[in-house]
């Protein structure tokens, strides 16, 4: 038996009238799930990791991406090198996370308005046009330098 590390990028359609830039219609980011399977191969990892993760479609949210990967070769990537490998989530998403926020502490934290955090984590802002004082403040409670945002 080896363990195997198993990612799902989730997105969902946008509500009625909601426009994700720059493609009106495009689907928007949700999040990512992630999932430690053991079984004997690759291919009853992934089967066990789908159907794992394919309970969020009770919720109609829908994984779009799957990865598989032994736990070996996850644990020597690090979670920063799966991401930068398999870049969905935006940055910013993925730092608060990792930090075990939410978007709402996060806000509190930094100063920044939870509205620009959301912008940013659903697409609709970039993390670059963020004034000086918000990037580095969220970079400062998440302790990564503010390029790692951009």
Same mark, same amino acid.
């Given at each position: 038996?080896?363990?195997?590390?198993?990612?799902?990028?989730?997105?969902?359609?946008?509500?009625?009238?909601?426009?994700?830039?720059?493609?009106?219609?495009?689907?928007?980011?949700?999040?990512?799930?992630?999932?430690?399977?053991?079984?004997?191969?690759?291919?009853?990892?992934?089967? /066990?990791? @789908?159907?794992?993760?394919?309970?969020?479609?009770?919720? *109609?949210?829908?994984?779009? /991406?799957?990865?598989?990967?032994?736990?070996?070769?996850?644990?020597?990537?690090?979670?920063?090198?799966?991401?930068?490998?398999?870049?969905?989530?935006?940055?910013?998403?993925?730092?608060?996370?990792?930090?075990?926020?939410? @978007?709402? /502490?996060?806000?509190?934290?930094?100063?920044?308005?939870?509205? @620009?955090?959301?912008?940013?984590?659903?697409?609709?802002?970039?993390?670059?046009? $963020?004034?000086?004082?918000?990037? $580095?403040?969220?970079?400062?409670?998440?302790?990564?330098?503010? *390029?790692?945002?951009?």
């Amino acid at each position: 038996m080896e363990k195997y590390y198993i990612i799902a990028d989730l997105k969902r359609n946008p509500a009625a009238g909601e426009d994700v830039p720059p493609v009106p219609g495009a689907q928007v980011y949700v999040g990512r799930m992630k999932a430690i399977i053991e079984a004997e191969n690759w291919e009853t990892a992934m089967k /066990q990791g @789908q159907e794992l993760i394919l309970g969020c479609l009770k919720r *109609h949210i829908v994984p779009y /991406q799957w990865v598989w990967m032994p736990v070996k070769d996850a644990e020597k990537m690090g979670d920063t090198s799966i991401y930068d490998r398999y870049p969905t989530a935006t940055r910013l998403t993925y730092e608060r996370v990792k930090a075990g926020l939410t @978007q709402k /502490q996060l806000a509190e934290r930094s100063g920044v308005n939870i509205r @620009q955090i959301q912008r940013v984590e659903l697409g609709e802002s970039e993390a670059g046009n $963020l004034t000086a004082k918000n990037l $580095l403040a969220l970079a400062d409670v998440l302790g990564i330098d503010p *390029h790692e945002l951009i």
